[in-house]
Every structure is written in structure tokens, then in C-alpha cells.
């Protein structure tokens, strides 16, 4: 089964400094791959998606994650955090033509004035 | 604000009783999926529904049943609480033909069992 692995379970960050969220996958098949950010008391919400189309992917509120095969990776970075990108942060995996996401456990991004 | 809407918001309840956890889907979406988010599990995803039929299983324990109504609404049972069925429970659907993995998520069920 395809597995992601995410680096950290807490990053802290200060706001202006690059935030880098590490994800690390596993797949005998290409794989679409995907983060989605969890604010407090509320749902997830899709940041960006990896589909073959493009290696560098960009999401929403300048976030941005690059796919390299040969490393199984897909980090999430953003040149500048900001206070409002405090949230958790989930890497997943598609699995099958029923597009069951499989997710990391999730790092916990804290922003410092 | 996704279009998922998940009922109730929050539910306290006691061991051995039993629960149902009601999500209403996008417009049109034919498919929803329900997770569970604990501390230490983190998102488990339990089942799915496609148009009615059972899609794909998941981590669900033999206490939870699920299914999918002809208005397309979901519907998940726990039964026979226990403490560590305590967590958020969320349902998410997608469209037809999606992108993969383009899954809209509700705002969660928090289910307190004590």
C-alpha cells in the first residue's frame, strides 16, 4: 500500500522566514500527491496537488511543493511565512481509481512574530 | 466553506451507547468518504460510498456501519461505545470525475465518549 511519511511533527517558524514542510513518500506507481492545511476547528482544505503535469506545483496563499522522483519527496514551501499560515499541515497519497486519500500524521506549523 | 455539512458539530455521549454522524455532500458529488482524526491515530479513513454502493473499506471497526441514501447523504453508526472511540469525524465528498484526491471536507463531528 502507498504510504507518506511527514518530517516533523511540529515546525516553528518566524513570521518572513521560509517555511519547509517535509513529506516523504512511498509508491511501486506514479503517484498523485497532495497537502491540505487544517485551521483550527475546521475542516481540511486543499492546498495543491501533484498530477504528472508539473514537478513544481503552486497552491493557494503562495505555497508551493516540488516533486522528485528520485528522492520520493514532495516538500511544501513557502518563501515567507506569515501569521495567518498557522495551521496543520497534511501531506496524502491517491490511492486507486476511488482516489482514497491515505494521509501523514500531520506537522503542526507555528508562526512567532 | 466547503459545501460538506456534517451534523451534529459536537455530541457527548456514554460507553456502550450508540451514535449516528450525518454528513450532506456537495451538490451533484456522488462520492463520500468518512475519516477519523484522533491524537494518536491521526486521519484514518474508514469507508466509502459511491451513488449508494460501498466503494472502499478502510480501518473501520465491526461497531461502525455506514451507507449512502438515493439523496446521496451519508450516514455513520458507531455503536457500543468505548472511551477510545472518542475523536473528530469527518466526511468528505468529491464530484463525478474528479481530479484525483480533490476531496471537499465538512467541518467534523467531535464525538466525546465518557
Known amino acids: 500500500a502507498q504510504s507518506v511519511t511527514q518530517l516533523g511533527s511540529h515546525v516553528s517558524v518566524s513570521e518572513g522566514a521560509l517555511v519547509l514542510l517535509r513529506c516523504n513518500y512511498s509508491s511501486s506507481v506514479p503517484p498523485y500527491l497532495f497537502w491540505y492545511v487544517q485551521y483550527p476547528n475546521q475542516g481540511l482544505q486543499l492546498l495543491l496537488k501533484y498530477t504528472s503535469a508539473a514537478t513544481l506545483v503552486k497552491g493557494i496563499n503562495g505555497f508551493e511543493a516540488e516533486f522528485k522522483k528520485s528522492e520520493t519527496s514532495f516538500h511544501l514551501t513557502k518563501p515567507s511565512a506569515h501569521m495567518s499560515d498557522a495551521a496543520e499541515y497534511f501531506c496524502?497519497?491517491?490511492?486507486?481509481?476511488?482516489?482514497?486519500?491515505?494521509f501523514g500524521k500531520g506537522t503542526l506549523l507555528t508562526v512567532n512574530p | 466553506d466547503s459545501g460538506v455539512t456534517q451534523t451534529p458539530k459536537h455530541l457527548i455521549t456514554a460507553t456502550g451507547q450508540r451514535v449516528t454522524l450525518r454528513c450532506s455532500p456537495r451538490?451533484?458529488?456522488?462520492?463520500v468518504y468518512w475519516y477519523q482524526q484522533s491524537l494518536d491515530q491521526g486521519l484514518q479513513f474508514l469507508i466509502q460510498y459511491y451513488n449508494g454502493e460501498e466503494r472502499a473499506k478502510g480501518n473501520i471497526l465491526e461497531r461502525f456501519s455506514a451507507q449512502q441514501f438515493p439523496d446521496l447523504h451519508s450516514e455513520l453508526n458507531l455503536s457500543s461505545l468505548e472511551l477510545g472511540d472518542s475523536a473528530l469525524y469527518f466526511c468528505?465528498?468529491?464530484?463525478?470525475?474528479?481530479?484525483?484526491?480533490?476531496?471537499?471536507f465538512g467541518e467534523g463531528s467531535r464525538l466525546t465518549v465518557l
Open positions: 468528505a465528498s468529491s464530484p463525478t470525475s474528479p481530479p484525483p484526491g480533490e476531496l471537499f
Open positions: 496524502a497519497v491517491s490511492e486507486g481509481s476511488n482516489y482514497k486519500l491515505t
Open positions: 451538490s451533484g458529488d456522488l462520492s
